[in-house]
């Protein structure tokens, strides 16, 4: 049997690309910042990327012989991944709320966008940013407004003393500071 009449579903059910569920009866929050750059990857997807690998795989398949044609075979997978992020940034950028944290700028309470300096119980300074699931990158400190820990800040304020629950202990973290963008 022909290819061409097989359903492929290797990966087509797995559109998550690794990001984090959005729970349940609540919006994607994001960040301006955060937003633009997915609608610039949603655009360029559509109007450079995948024109580009069209246009390869029509002239591979005008080469004849599809079945050992490397720059078909690859090209048709290149489509499917890119087709596949296009669905995954449109299901995302559908239901993003963008939140600007620039409202809260001088607000000493945490909320979503906000950069927190708090200390640990043992004496460790840590700064995060709150941002969205689809921002987030632990390892420059932003960290996602769905994890524990930003759970556990939020509507706190400079000064106070909040628990977190951790699967070896309960820490206690104090805030120190709570900065918004200008």
């Known amino acids: 049997m022909s290819?061409?009449?097989v359903k492929e579903t290797e990966q087509d059910e797995d559109d998550d690309f690794g990001a984090p569920a959005i729970p349940a009866g609540s919006k994607n929050y994001m960040t301006p910042q955060g937003h633009q750059r997915m609608k610039d990857e949603f655009l360029r997807l559509i109007d450079v990327d995948r024109p580009e690998v069209v246009?390869?795989?029509s002239w591979a398949a005008s080469n004849g012989d599809r079945s050992e044609n490397g720059d078909y075979i690859y090209g048709k997978r290149r489509l499917r991944e890119?087709?596949?992020r296009i669905r995954f940034l449109s299901k995302r950028l559908d239901v993003a709320e963008v939140v600007d944290p620039r409202v809260h700028h001088g607000s000493?309470?945490?909320f979503f966008g906000a950069t927190v300096v708090y200390e640990n119980q043992d004496g460790v300074e840590i700064t995060v940013t709150i941002v969205g699931i689809d921002e987030f990158d632990p390892l420059n400190g932003r960290?996602?407004?769905i994890s524990p820990v930003a759970r556990a800040l939020t509507k706190s304020r400079t000064g106070d003393t909040v628990m977190l629950k951790t699967p070896a202990r309960v820490e206690e973290l104090t805030i120190l500071d709570v900065n918004y963008p200008a």
């Open 3 to 5: 290819k061409a009449f």
């Open 55 to 57: 246009k390869i795989v």
């Open 82 to 84: 890119i087709d596949r």
């Open 108 to 110: 000493d309470q945490v």
């Open 143 to 145: 960290i996602s407004w």
